[in-house]
């Protein structure tokens, strides 16, 4: 993930990679940033805090309205796009 400062109310395009053995797959999303910030999962992970998997999660809505939930990693890329 590109280290970006991302703020709600920014227009974003957020393109996610899957790697795999037998190339990678892309997915892209393009939307206004609702929120962004860490969220634990109901996952439990050995030493985390809370004795929880962290993630760093961003809510974008689209613009037909539709919410988006995405789960940001080292494979996401954030494009912000000017006004």
Known sequence: M????IEPG?????TQQ?????GSQAATVE????SIGQSKTGSWYAHAKDHKLWLERLELEKDDGERVLLNLDQYSRIDVIPA
């Open 18 to 22: 899957i790697p795999r053995q037998s």
């Open 31 to 34: 939307g206004t940033v609702v």
């Open 10 to 14: 920014q227009r974003v395009r957020i």
């Open 2 to 5: 590109n280290q970006q400062h």
